[in-house]
């Protein structure tokens, strides 16, 4: 049971059946999945929820697929851990950390592609592919072998050595791609015409899209059914911060939980950051960047959704922050050195921003945060490399002794 009703162009508000489309014939604005939310609100409850698996399906009745075709490789309900040592160094109370690092492939990746996955055998397509940063290929590789389906991901040439291998392991075709993001995204929006393909971020872009959403579900729901006050959220193609935004509203709007006030922040590292550059200079078009950043999860020069993440900016109130390249690894370390938890260039730039919040006054000490950590530092170590540091000693006490200073 799937309380999906159709599409519709989120520029002009055309409608179109469920199908595997991503753009308006009439506009070329991309599609959105809309939903019977009466019929929603009649079904769910707080309880209906909280007894449903410890999963993204949990939520299902926001999603645009029934349970028929559930892939599940354990997707969902990650830790909201109270990061009370980084939140005392920098004078917040109530700060989260949203750990969505340990999904099964080790990013939050996970829910879209979870999500489109089902969507795609509903549609009997036998082939999964994307177009990549890193994260995703892993994803749709990991959800394919799962799914028994055929998987080819795109990426661009130059990845982390992590995010190649750790999508290899699941037995795709690897593409590397000579060029940026944006020509692999060019290339494999022709393909997708002519291919009978699931791309995941192409054609089945609006399912895909709705996955995000279920970590502003799980969020408001591990805080006590409430909305955070901040949300502190990484940006490429500037999906992922407009669907927790929805995820949020949804909520309220079927009468889970009261209010939203939250304040949607938007973090990009400096040599990626085109929507905070529009946002931050009030522009409503996004101009276009080539991507010079070692946070090449976010390495998108010309982002998708970027003039709807502009739009959550202005109606939560929220703001855009630019992580100075020199303080991603500093930033990776520095969460791992107070909260034990190991994150990739994308939550070096949400700590990095999430400082600098802090330091403009755009947050107060009592307020409920949570920095969104998105994904895996072991996928990413070479960023770290050069700061790895230990004692080589021989199997003797005397050698022990010698060579370690105990304090
Ligand atoms: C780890 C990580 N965080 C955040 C993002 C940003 O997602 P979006 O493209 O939805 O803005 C990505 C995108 O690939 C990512 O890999
Ligand atoms: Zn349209």
Not at 44 to 52: D, E
Not at 171 to 184: A, E, F, K, M
Not at 328 to 343: K, N, P, R, V
């Given at each position: 049971?799937?309380?999906?009703?159709?599409?519709?162009c989120?520029?002009?508000?055309?409608?179109?059946?469920?199908?595997?489309?991503?753009?308006?014939?009439?506009?070329?604005?991309?599609?959105?999945?809309?939903y019977?939310y009466?019929?929603?609100s009649?079904?769910?409850?707080?309880?209906?929820?909280?007894n449903?698996?410890?999963?993204i399906?949990?939520?299902?009745?926001?999603?645009?697929?029934?349970?028929?075709?559930?892939?599940?490789?354990?997707?969902?309900?990650?830790?909201?851990?109270?990061a009370?040592?980084?939140?005392?160094?920098l004078?917040?109370?109530?700060l989260?950390?949203k750990?969505?690092?340990?999904?099964?492939?080790?990013?939050?990746?996970?829910?879209?592609?979870?999500?489109?996955?089902?969507?795609?055998?509903?549609f009997?397509?036998?082939?999964?592919?994307?177009?990549?940063t890193?994260?995703?290929?892993?994803?749709?590789a990991?959800?394919?072998?799962?799914?028994?389906?055929?998987?080819?991901?795109?990426?661009?040439?130059?990845?982390?050595k992590g995010k190649?291998i750790g999508?290899s392991?699941?037995?795709?075709?690897?593409?590397?791609?000579?060029?940026n993001?944006?020509?692999?995204n060019?290339?494999?929006?022709?393909?997708?015409?002519?291919?009978k393909?699931a791309?995941?971020n192409?054609n089945?872009?609006?399912?895909?899209?709705?996955?995000?959403?279920?970590?502003?579900?799980?969020?408001?729901?591990?805080?006590?059914?409430?909305?955070?006050?901040?949300c502190?959220?990484?940006?490429?193609?500037?999906?992922?911060?407009?669907k927790?935004?929805?995820?949020?509203?949804?909520?309220?709007?079927?009468?889970?939980?009261?209010k939203?006030?939250?304040?949607?922040?938007?973090?990009?590292?400096?040599?990626?950051?085109?929507?905070?550059?529009?946002?931050?200079?009030?522009?409503s078009?996004?101009?276009?960047?080539?991507?010079?950043?070692?946070?090449?999860?976010?390495?998108?020069?010309?982002?998708?959704?970027g003039?709807f993440a502009?739009?959550?900016?202005?109606t939560?109130?929220?703001?855009?922050?630019?992580?100075?390249?020199?303080?991603i690894?500093?930033c990776?370390?520095?969460?791992?050195e107070?909260e034990?938890?190991f994150?990739?260039?994308a939550?070096?730039?949400?700590?990095?921003s999430?400082?600098?919040?802090?330091?403009?006054?755009?947050i107060?000490?009592?307020d409920?945060?949570?920095?969104?950590?998105?994904?895996?530092?072991?996928?990413t170590?070479?960023?770290?490399e050069?700061?790895?540091?230990?004692?080589?000693?021989?199997?003797?006490?005397?050698?022990?002794?010698?060579?370690?200073?105990?304090?």
């Amino acid at each position: 049971m799937s309380y999906i009703k159709y599409l519709t162009c989120k520029q002009c508000f055309n409608q179109y059946p469920i199908e595997p489309l991503n753009v308006c014939e009439l506009c070329f604005g991309p599609l959105e999945v809309n939903y019977d939310y009466e019929k929603i609100s009649n079904t769910v409850t707080r309880n209906s929820i909280s007894n449903g698996p410890l999963n993204i399906w949990r939520y299902q009745p926001f999603l645009p697929v029934s349970l028929d075709n559930m892939i599940d490789i354990g997707t969902g309900f990650t830790p909201l851990i109270h990061a009370k040592n980084l939140g005392e160094l920098l004078g917040l109370k109530n700060l989260y950390i949203k750990n969505d690092s340990v999904n099964p492939s080790y990013s939050f990746k996970d829910r879209p592609v979870a999500i489109t996955t089902a969507k795609a055998l509903e549609f009997d397509f036998k082939v999964l592919a994307c177009v990549s940063t890193g994260n995703l290929m892993g994803s749709v590789a990991a959800h394919a072998a799962k799914a028994k389906m055929k998987s080819y991901v795109f990426f661009p040439t130059g990845l982390e050595k992590g995010k190649i291998i750790g999508s290899s392991v699941y037995g795709p075709t690897l593409i590397s791609v000579d060029g940026n993001y944006d020509d692999v995204n060019r290339l494999c929006s022709e393909l997708a015409d002519n291919l009978k393909w699931a791309f995941v971020n192409v054609n089945m872009r609006p399912y895909y899209a709705e996955g995000s959403k279920t970590l502003g579900f799980e969020v408001a729901e591990q805080l006590g059914w409430k909305a955070p006050d901040h949300c502190v959220v990484p940006a490429a193609s500037g999906e992922l911060h407009t669907k927790i935004w929805k995820g949020l509203i949804e909520m309220k709007d079927v009468g889970l939980i009261e209010k939203v006030n939250t304040r949607m922040h938007l973090a990009q590292p400096e040599g990626c950051s085109p929507i905070v550059k529009a946002f931050n200079n009030q522009e409503s078009q996004i101009i276009p960047v080539k991507p010079d950043t070692i946070a090449k999860s976010l390495a998108i020069g010309n982002p998708a959704s970027g003039p709807f993440a502009l739009q959550t900016l202005k109606t939560s109130s929220g703001s855009a922050v630019a992580a100075p390249e020199e303080e991603i690894s500093e930033c990776i370390q520095l969460l791992a050195e107070t909260e034990g938890i190991f994150t990739e260039t994308a939550g070096g730039v949400v700590i990095s921003s999430l400082r600098k919040l802090v330091k403009n006054n755009k947050i107060n000490s009592d307020d409920i945060t949570i920095a969104f950590i998105t994904g895996n530092g072991l996928k990413t170590q070479e960023v770290i490399e050069h700061t790895v540091k230990y004692n080589q000693i021989q199997p003797t006490y005397k050698s022990f002794e010698q060579t370690i200073n105990i304090t």
